[in-house]
T-cell receptor
Framework: AQSVAQPEDQVNVAEGNPLTVKCTYSVSGNPYLFWYVQYPNRGLQFLLK??????LVKGSYGFEAEFNKSQTSFHLKKPSALVSDSALYFC?????????????FGSGTRLSIRP | DSGVTQTPKHLITATGQRVTLRCSPR?????VYWYQQSLDQGLQFLIQ???????AKGNILERFSAQQFPDLHSELNLSSLELGDSALYFC??????????????FGEGSRLTVL
């Protein structure tokens, strides 16, 4: 069964500094990896995904993520944080492409950007 | 707006009662996923349907059931409610895979409060 871990409950960064939100995964077969963001009292919004190809994927709002197969990681990054980036971030893994594939989410990391 | 509609947005009920949460997926999406998010918790996968058929099951209690109808809308039924069932319940839909990414599109959620 697949699983995903987000080792940090909270990440605090000063505005303008780079940020990293960590994610590691476990899945049999090829991983399909995703990042989502959740603002207060809202549903989750898709940020970016890794399916195949370049290990560095770019997504919405200036975010990018680096896939590292040997370390089974998919860390979310942004070169310069904004206060508006403060939100709850979820990493997710899909265990395949079939209509029966599950999408499992990590426990979430709360990102706080201070002015 | 993700295109996924969930009703009701808020629901307050008493222990022992039964409620039904409704989800309309995005036009063209055949898969519907249900997740539970408790206070400050991650998303727990409950169940997934594809074109009317149950395809994957997660940590769904026996008191909970779901179905997807021919028009592809889905309902999550929660019965014999307990205080611990208070949570945000999210529905998400996904387009047919076929190399198109497999990301989920989430509704705004139904917030259930059991008193």
């Amino acid at each position: 069964a697949q699983s995903v871990a987000q080792p940090e409950d909270q990440v605090n960064v000063a505005e303008g500094n780079p940020l990293t939100v960590k994610c590691t995964y476990s899945v049999s077969g090829n991983p399909y990896l995703f990042w989502y963001v959740q603002y207060p009292n809202r549903g989750l919004q898709f940020l970016l995904k890794y399916i195949t190809g370049d290990n560095l994927v770019k997504g919405s709002y200036g975010f990018e993520a680096e896939f590292n197969k040997s370390q089974t990681s998919f860390h979310l990054k942004k070169p310069s944080a904004l206060v508006s980036d403060s939100a709850l971030y979820f990493c997710a893994v899909r265990d395949g492409y079939s209509s029966a594939s599950k999408i499992i989410f990590g426990s979430g990391t709360r990102l706080s950007i201070r002015p | 707006d993700s295109g996924v509609t969930q009703t009701p947005k808020h629901l307050i009920t008493a222990t022992g009662q039964r409620v039904t949460l409704r989800c309309s997926p995005r036009s063209g999406d055949l898969s519907v996923y249900w997740y539970q998010q408790s206070l400050d918790q991650g998303l727990q996968f409950l169940i997934q349907y594809y074109n009317g058929e149950e395809r994957a099951k997660g940590n769904i209690l026996e008191r909970f059931s779901a179905q997807q109808f021919p028009d592809l809308h889905s309902e999550l039924n929660l019965s014999s409610l307990e205080l611990g069932d208070s949570a945000l319940y999210f529905c998400a839909s996904s387009p047919p895979s076929r190399g198109r990414g497999g990301e989920l599109f989430f509704g705004e959620g139904s917030r259930l409060t059991v008193l």
